[in-house]
């Protein structure tokens, strides 16, 4: 059966981690309730204001249609006037269509209104003249800002006459250019073609106001808006058609924020607050006409700015206070706790221990402190008595076997010269006492347990010097050393069992077909020195290995080789010693692991 077992996700940090996000959980609470206070206080705030506007916008929207309207009603008055509506009548003489022409053009300077800047509602008849009966009067562009009629035929109309002839009567706001009217600038006008009233929808001519922009901007100015807020009258495509800003151009579109969308209502009210303006606009269907308020929120928030002020200092107060607990803390306590665990990460048993703090607390991270470095105290010197102790025990090792071997080595060779002298008499004594010299200084090698390689290959060339001298051996002996091993150490008399054990076990009795070959290679930091015979007599190598690993401590043979095999362990680890193999072609080969380590590196 499975089982879900939870784990406290605060075991896997750090403890500074979790001091850090303690501190977050103390001090973002205030910090959230600071910018939730202050976003409904700002919502809050804009919506009342906004709400404020709407209802101002909507009666500044009615002031401008009603300035409209007074406009629509004087031009009803010229259209209908008999004086407009006879221009047209053919069959008069040319000083009764001057006279026509004339009084016309009085009669339209008469409604011009000044508005600002010393602009006037400007009145412009044109009057559809396809005889040409009114040649003498201009009907190219506009010459006198105070109005006038004009005449047009079919060769000279101009677009937005034919546009006013579809409309039928109805009037329209238009944006002119100067190129259109020889104007200085461009200007906003109210077009409204001119119907005979004898002949029903028959289009006369057409009649425009010009200059609407500024009386827009004449009503505009009763309007304030806080920090300098903007007020735009557009169409329902968001060309300017009068701005209280100066520097607005009449006929540009106007980048309104998407969300303001304008309803399918015929009349309506939408509004908008956007990151820094409140938009309000009101707008109708029927005059294709929006009134628009940009109005900044800067200057609605100063109020809501001193609040924000206010909690905000309390924030960094508490803010500041709990940096100040954190810093106590990560002092007294984080601080401590790091070193300490610096110290046990890199702390390894044996080596010296760094200094210990000074007893200058007596809490419990104090107590815990002194106590951790007690323990590693202890521990170091239960691991140096512990070494001492080994040491110890590996000398006394080695000591009791040296002195089994050596009695044994001496004894024999004294026997084989004592033997040798009394049967061929004194000719070889010498040799064989220089041998068993040589044998014996490097044997005791002045309390020396590691000896170098070349010394070690010279107490074994004697050894087998001896033993051939003494049972007149016929076998043949090949060396086959690396120089650059020579300086190796090696733990005295390793050679001299293994070539003990390849002469009685090997090539004994092979006569002159015998072969004992020595070989020395050095691999990077390992030695190999091979032991090689081609005895025909195959050992128990499974015996053998029992032997090496002390497995068969109840067998009396094979003790010289097993005590080759505790030394060089002793000295050199586990990874080193002895190993037994098959000769390919018959034969015993003897591997012996050694790292290559010089006198220098044991000095040291």
Partial sequence: MLRWRWTNPLTKMKVKQQLILLFLILVSPVFLLNFYANMKAEEILKRHVTNAYVELNKQNFTIINRDIDTISKIMNTIIVNPV??????????????????????????????????????????????????????????IRFKGGGVFFYNDRNRQDWMTEAAERKGKGYFRVFEPRSLSLTQPTLAYVRAVNSTAEGNKVIGV?????????????LQT????????????????????????????????ELPPELVTGDDPDGTVDEISAGYIYVEHYNYEAQQKLIYKIPTRSLLQQQNELKRVIATISIVYSVF??????????????????????????????????????DRNDEMGVLIHSVYGMASRLNALIEDRYLLEIKQKEAQLQILYQQ????????????????????????????IKELA?????????????????????????????QQIRYEYEFRLTWSIDESALDCLIPKITLQPLLENAIIHGVRNMADDGEIAVSVARNGDRIAIRVEDNGYTEPDYGLIRQLLEGERADTPSGYGIFNV??????????????????????????????PAREQEEQHV
């Fill in 84 to 141: 407009t509506q006879t221009l047209q009548t053919g069959g008069d003489d040319i000083v009764t269509r001057v006279q026509k022409y004339s009084t016309a053009d009085r009669l339209l300077s008469t409604y011009s209104s000044s508005v600002t800047e010393g602009e006037a509602i400007a009145y412009y008849l044109y009057i559809y003249d396809p005889n040409g009966d009114y040649s003498f009067a201009p009907n190219t562009s």
């Fill in 207 to 219: 009649l425009i106001a010009i200059n609407m922009n500024k009386k827009m901007q004449q009503s």
């Fill in 223 to 254: 309007i304030t808006l806080p920090d300098n807020g903007e007020i735009f009258v557009t169409d329902y495509a968001n060309r300017i058609l009068a701005s209280s800003v100066h520097d607005a151009i009449i006929g540009q579109s106007l």
């Fill in 322 to 359: 709990a940096m100040a607990v954190m810093a106590y803390f990560w002092r007294s306590l984080l601080t401590p706790m790091q070193k300490l665990a610096v110290f046990t990460r890199s702390y390894e048993p044996g080596r010296p221990l760094p200094h210990a703090p000074a007893k």
């Fill in 405 to 432: 071997i050596n009695p044994h080595l001496l004894y024999n060779t004294l026997e084989s010269i004592y033997w040798k002298s009394s049967l061929e008499g004194n000719s070889e004594s010498a040799v064989m």
């Fill in 438 to 466: 040589l044998i014996m200084r490097i044997g005791l090698s002045r309390g020396r347990e590691l000896i170098t390689l070349r010394e070690e290959l010279e107490h074994a060339r004697a050894y087998m010097n001896l």
């Fill in 565 to 594: 095999q505790q030394r060089i362990r002793l000295h050199f680890g586990q990874g080193y010693g002895l190993q037994y193999s098959p000769r390919e072609g018959g034969g015993t080969v003897v591997t012996i692991g050694l």
